[in-house]
Structure formats: structure tokens, C-alpha cells
């Protein structure tokens, strides 16, 4: 049986920000409510969006629907592919494969955006799964779609996420799995550690490394 490494998208894999504030922005103005401020755009990145819009920008519950669909329509239509992987991914990818691993993404991004992100920057082929959210809502969290993972890669021993924020830490504890903090994310400094990883690696190349003394 080989190791289930699980990731996190966004933050984790690829710097997505600039797509993501973006979107969020357009949104933003859209409600007419005021220009989000750059701790507000932080936080906005990694958790499900209809919760960053009610908990982080103070949307209404009434106009997050309507939030968020101003948001998707922005980013579907090309801030989506504003992204860029993260120095040393593509590198940590191939050297877990090559150790024997199984990867798969767990990510509160639909699916189906995930997927289009991961294609257009040329990770796809490294996962044998890609496990996101539903465009209803009724799948968003990381402790669900960390659930939807494990049910699909039964096979997989002794499984570990990858992430670069608390709830990412907190998503994998729900399932009993250890969490790998990303620690070049946008996370402040502590809050990985504060939520519970058994580890923070500075960079991609060290994930390698700690997902190996696991053993």
C-alpha cells in the first residue's frame, strides 16, 4: 500500500491571489459595500467563500448568494488562470511519486475550477484524484472534502494533508490525519502551529522530507 499525501490548492500549490482579490473586489463593489482591505483579501484566500463573505466581509447572509455569484462570474471568466505555482511543487510532486506515494487534492475550490487550474498549470497529471467543493454549497468545508478523499483512495496508508492555514489543520483533525503545514502560504506566522500541524516546512522541498520520517 502506498502513502495517501493529500494538498490544499490554493496557498498551498499555487499562489492564487491575484485572481482571487481580484474577484473578490468586483464582488465587493457589486454589493456596494466597501473596498476590502488587505487583511480581509488575506483571509479571503482557503476558506469555502460563501463563509469568507459572511464572516470575513460581513455580507448579510441574505446577499451572499448573491455575493458569491458575482465573485464566480469574474474569476470563471479568466481570473481563475491568474495563478502561479508555487516555487518547488512541481519538484515536491514528483519527488513523492517517485517514493511511492498516492497524491490527491482536497480543496474548498469547486471542483470543477480546480480542476481547470491545476490543468492550465500543468500539475494535473501528478494527482490521481481531485476531491472540491460543490457549486451549492452543500460540500465546502475541508473536513468534507477531506472526507470525500479518503472515501475515494481507500487503498491509501497512513494519510497526511498538506495545507497553508488553520482550517486546513483543523479539516485533516476531523479525520484523525496529521497536518504538514505549508509555511510559505499566506498564513501569519503561528497560526499553523497554534491549530495543531505536527510540522511547518519553510518550502515545498521540505514536505518531502517530513513526509518521510512518518514512516
Do not use: N
Not at 465587493?28 to 476558506?47: C, F, I, K, N, S
Not at 474569476?75 to 513523492?96: E, K, N
Not at 490527491?104 to 481531485?130: D, I
Amino acid at each position: 500500500m502506498s502513502r495517501l499525501v493529500l494538498f490544499d490548492l490554493d496557498g498551498t500549490l499555487v499562489d492564487s491571489t491575484p485572481g482571487i482579490w481580484a474577484s473578490v473586489r468586483v464582488a465587493a463593489a457589486e454589493l456596494g459595500l466597501p473596498e476590502p482591505t488587505p487583511e480581509q483579501l488575506r483571509d479571503m484566500v482557503g476558506p469555502p467563500l460563501e463563509d469568507g463573505f459572511a464572516m470575513i466581509l460581513r455580507v448579510p447572509r441574505g446577499d451572499v448568494p448573491r455575493a458569491v455569484s458575482a465573485y464566480r462570474a469574474h474569476y470563471s471568466a479568466g481570473a481563475l488562470l491568474d495563478v502561479t505555482v508555487h516555487d518547488g511543487v512541481p519538484g515536491l510532486l514528483t519527488g513523492l511519486c517517485e517514493d511511492g506515494a498516492t497524491l490527491a487534492v482536497a480543496t474548498s475550490k469547486p471542483e470543477p475550477f480546480a480542476v481547470r487550474m491545476l490543468e492550465f498549470t500543468g500539475l494535473l497529471s501528478a494527482f490521481a484524484g481531485v476531491h472540491g467543493a460543490t457549486f451549492d454549497g452543500t460540500v465546502r468545508h475541508k473536513d468534507q472534502v477531506v472526507g470525500l478523499a479518503l472515501a475515494a483512495h481507500p487503498e491509501g496508508r497512513s494519510p497526511v494533508l498538506i495545507g497553508d492555514r488553520a482550517h486546513d489543520v483543523l479539516g485533516a483533525a476531523a479525520h484523525g490525519l496529521p497536518c504538514i503545514g505549508a509555511g510559505w502560504g499566506p498564513a501569519p506566522a503561528g497560526e499553523l502551529a497554534a491549530a495543531g500541524a505536527v510540522a511547518v516546512a519553510a518550502t515545498p522541498a521540505e514536505v518531502r522530507d517530513l513526509v518521510r520520517k512518518m514512516d
